[in-house]
């Protein structure tokens, strides 16, 4: 029984230290009164907590203004310098890294370009180790104070063992890159799916800030969703919730990169949009069927409106599932033409349906391209920050 005992209370000690933290990292200049206030907890708990956190050099007292004559009130908020983690996010195409601090913020970033012959693991994880070595040694940032590294991709993800079981986009099988990652530059490592942690950056650091329930959507290279309750991710059983690209619309339909046919995003996605265009006019990018279109083709605007009609499926489907509050658009579809969004609203208003509409808000993201460094930065500090006391 004592042994039970001792574990409640440290469960309850740990719980109540992430609780501050957690507020003043949200509030970014709060008093411990405030906090009382908020929490419901005593001033002695607080201010315990408080000093912990200030011994541990995570959190700093400051003085805010005063235009009267009584004394300036202590408030507290992040040493933002305390800890750094590192973001990486890869793909087929690219590999991105950043460095960021304790509040989101990317200090120092690089990429480099992929082609072909580059994305089979050992190659993708060998350029990665060297860009992210080269990014320390740039930022000349102290790197004691980096305490973990966070790798976002495509695929389904075995988080706990740091594992890609399946990425259709790089063609990669139970390949564990954090191991791989770990053995060669010796900091911790996780990796997760690329949506996912896109979604827990928006929530945290984007439009999604005062959702409770966020449901994230990209539209681009792939079609892939993530929903955050509460500031968590919603993983389902094997860490699979979310791939809704690939529910099937069609199983006589156009071959899917997974090996199935009729796949959702094979409605949607680029590749296939510059492939029907081919049949009509030979085109390398999907930026000419926005400029035919835009001519008035008909051929073009076909294309486009059908695309359209899918990316509203998607939303209607992912809300008829998880009655969400908040609806986030993302991706490279998104981010490079953003007019489609106007199409997108216009059409869920027919096809989202009757039940659900108005219950829910449609937001395009805030951070764009910075959330592939900040959400897997994020998952870092979030599982190698030490609030051990």
């Given at each position: 029984m004592k042994k039970i005992k001792k574990r409640d209370q440290e469960y309850i000690k740990q719980n109540n230290l992430k609780m501050i933290l957690d507020i003043i990292k949200d509030k970014r200049s709060i008093s411990r009164a405030e906090m009382v206030k908020m929490t419901n907890m005593s001033p002695t708990s607080v201010s315990r907590i408080v000093g912990s956190l200030i011994d541990l050099g995570l959190v700093k007292e400051t003085e805010a203004s005063s235009s009267g004559v009584g004394r300036k009130a202590i408030l507290l908020d992040l040493d933002l310098e305390s800890v750094m983690t590192i973001g990486v996010y890869i793909n087929k195409h690219i590999i991105n890294v950043?460095?960021?601090?304790?509040?989101?913020?990317?200090?120092?970033?690089?990429?480099?370009?992929?082609?072909?012959?580059?994305?089979?693991?050992?190659?993708?994880?060998?350029?990665?180790?060297?860009?992210?070595?080269?990014?320390?040694?740039?930022?000349?940032?102290?790197?004691s104070k980096i305490i973990g590294i966070g790798v976002s991709l495509p695929g389904i993800i075995d988080s706990k063992k740091g594992t890609v079981i399946f990425s259709a986009s790089l063609s990669w099988e139970n390949v564990n890159i954090a191991k791989a990652i770990e053995n060669k530059l010796n900091i911790k490592t996780i990796v997760d799916n690329d949506v996912k942690l896109e979604a827990l950056a928006e929530s945290l650091y984007g439009v999604g800030k005062n959702s409770g329930k966020t449901a994230?959507?990209?539209?681009?290279?792939?079609?892939?969703?993530?929903?955050?309750?509460?500031?968590?991710?919603?993983?389902?059983?094997?860490?699979?919730?979310?791939?809704?690209?690939?529910?099937?619309?069609?199983?006589?339909?156009?071959?899917?990169?997974?090996?199935?046919?009729?796949?959702?995003?094979?409605?949607?996605?680029?590749?296939?949009?510059?492939?029907e265009a081919n049949k009509v006019k030979e085109i390398v990018d999907i930026k000419e069927i926005f400029e035919a279109s835009h001519n008035g083709e008909n051929w073009a605007v076909s294309i486009l409106e059908r695309a359209v009609?899918?990316?509203?499926?998607?939303?209607?489907?992912?809300?008829?599932?998880?009655?969400?509050?908040?609806?986030?658009?993302?991706?490279?579809?998104?981010?490079?033409?953003?007019?489609?969004?106007?199409?997108?609203?216009?059409?869920?208003?027919?096809?989202?349906?009757?039940?659900?509409?108005?219950?829910?808000?449609?937001?395009?993201?805030?951070?764009?391209?910075?959330?592939?460094?900040?959400?897997?930065?994020?998952?870092?500090l979030d599982t190698f920050l030490s609030l051990d006391i």
């Open positions: 950043g460095i960021v601090n304790f509040g989101g913020e990317i200090l120092y970033q690089d990429k480099i370009k992929l082609n072909s012959k580059d994305i089979y693991p050992e190659a993708i994880i060998s350029k990665a180790c060297s860009i992210i070595k080269q990014t320390i040694k740039d930022s000349k940032i102290d790197c994230l959507v990209n539209f681009g290279r792939g079609v892939g969703s993530a929903l955050i309750i509460d500031g968590e991710i919603f993983r389902g059983v094997t860490n699979i919730a979310g791939e809704i690209g690939h529910i099937t619309i069609d199983p006589n339909g156009i071959l899917c990169e997974c090996g199935r046919r009729g796949c959702l995003q094979t409605f949607i996605v680029e590749d296939n949009l510059i492939e009609t899918y990316m509203c499926i998607t939303i209607n489907n992912i809300v008829c599932m998880y009655n969400p509050d908040t609806i986030v658009l993302s991706g490279s579809l998104i981010e490079a033409y953003p007019e489609i969004l106007k199409a997108v609203e216009e059409k869920c208003k027919t096809l989202i349906w009757s039940p659900l509409r108005g219950t829910f808000k449609i937001l395009y993201s805030k951070l764009k391209s910075e959330s592939d460094i900040i959400g897997p930065a994020t998952l870092a």
